[in-house]
């Protein structure tokens, strides 16, 4: 098993401006996800965060909008960039260990 | 890309009674989990069913897998108010290891 813990927890950010999420793991993980999820809506997965190397982005997400870092096997960042309204959702980071473990979610709201 | 479609939506029931949501996919899958998810947190890995597996029983879940119909059915028995949560499917596609959600089922327990 895993203990994913997410910072911060919840945020509340000006149209324009970018935040940071961090993502730690208790372990060393290989695979590291980033999903979104909107209002009442389902998981979407924005991309796989890849150690060493560039995330690998679903369709629909890019990396200037969603610029990730992997610099170790136990920690991620996820930045949403010059954010809108639209970019309000909850942001989860999640790790393959054998089942697929998520962070508690980072809530952002975007006046 | 979402994979699963989820129903009902919504359920709402006595403590006591049993709750049962069923989960829809469209390709063939390695695997299919379910997950809980409370208030919009984080969620919770219940349990995993495999391709070759039909139904399996963890605590108070049972869960069924039919792979010719492609549907899923998770149960829940004497449910309790702390089982209050949405609960979500995600389906592992067979030739690949990202996984894909469903809507999700809001399930409430009324005491």
């Known amino acids: 098993s895993a203990v994913i813990s997410q910072k911060p927890s919840r945020d509340i950010c000006q149209r324009g401006t970018s935040l940071t999420i961090q993502c730690q793991v208790d372990?060393?993980?290989?695979?590291m996800f980033w999903y979104r999820q909107q209002p009442g809506q389902s998981l979407t997965l924005i991309a796989t965060?890849?150690?060493?190397?560039?995330?690998?982005?679903e369709s629909g997400f890019v990396i200037d909008k969603f610029p990730i870092s992997r610099p170790n096997l136990t920690f991620s960042t996820l930045t949403v960039s010059n954010m809108s309204p639209e970019d309000s959702s909850i942001y989860l980071c999640?790790?393959?260990?054998?089942?697929?473990?998520f962070g508690p979610g980072t809530r952002l709201t975007v006046l | 890309s979402q994979q699963g479609e989820e129903d009902p939506q919504a359920l709402s029931i006595q403590e006591g009674e049993n709750a049962t949501m069923n989960c829809s996919y469209k390709?063939?899958?390695?695997?299919l989990q379910w997950y809980r998810q409370n208030s919009g947190r984080g969620l919770v890995h219940l349990i995993l069913?495999?391709?070759?597996?039909r139904e399996k029983h963890s605590g108070r879940l049972r869960v069924t897998l039919d792979t010719s119909k492609k549907s899923s059915s998770l149960l829940i028995t004497a449910s309790r108010a702390a089982d209050t949560a949405s609960y979500f499917c995600?389906?592992?596609?067979?030739?690949?290891?990202?996984?894909?959600f469903g809507a999700g089922t809001t399930v409430t327990v009324r005491a």
């Open positions: 069913i495999r391709s070759n597996e």
């Open positions: 390709t063939s899958i390695n695997n």
């Open positions: 995600a389906t592992e596609p067979a030739n690949d290891y990202k996984l894909s």
């Open positions: 999640s790790a393959l260990t054998g089942d697929l473990f």
């Open positions: 965060a890849n150690q060493g190397s560039e995330a690998t982005y």
């Open positions: 372990s060393q993980v290989t695979m």
